[in-house]
């Protein structure tokens, strides 16, 4: 089970939108794009983080810009779920 930091980062434009990185090593594996009200969703359903914890992490994104949260387990089949719901949307 892969182990890594989730490096979530607010895009500037309208409507605001997140980028979400998984990183495992430098560099990081892009998961998806999610708007604001999808944000706490995405990061709690398909990524498997707790519920308390993605609501944290939001709100940090939405007034710092950017915020990571570390130690995030992600089995691999649940990276290929959320980038199969990035997919989904294109």
Same mark, same amino acid.
């Given at each position: 089970?892969?182990?890594?930091?989730? @490096?979530? &980062?607010?895009?500037?434009?309208?409507?605001?939108?997140?980028?979400? &990185?998984?990183?495992?090593?430098?560099?990081?594996?892009?998961?998806?794009?999610? @708007? %604001?009200?999808?944000?706490?969703?995405?990061?709690?359903?398909? &990524?498997?983080? @707790?519920?308390?914890?993605?609501?944290?992490?939001?709100?940090? %994104?939405?007034?710092?810009?950017?915020?990571?949260?570390?130690?995030?387990?992600?089995?691999?089949?649940?990276?290929? %779920? %959320? &980038? @199969?719901?990035?997919?989904?949307?294109?």
């Amino acid at each position: 089970m892969p182990q890594g930091t989730v @490096d979530i &980062m607010k895009l500037s434009g309208q409507p605001i939108t997140y980028q979400v &990185m998984f990183e495992q090593n430098p560099g990081g594996t892009f998961v998806a794009r999610v @708007d %604001a009200e999808e944000l706490v969703p995405f990061l709690h359903e398909e &990524m498997r983080v @707790d519920l308390l914890v993605a609501e944290s992490v939001a709100k940090r %994104a939405e007034n710092e810009g950017r915020t990571r949260l570390p130690d995030v387990f992600l089995e691999e089949n649940n990276l290929h %779920a %959320a &980038m @199969d719901y990035l997919e989904e949307d294109i």
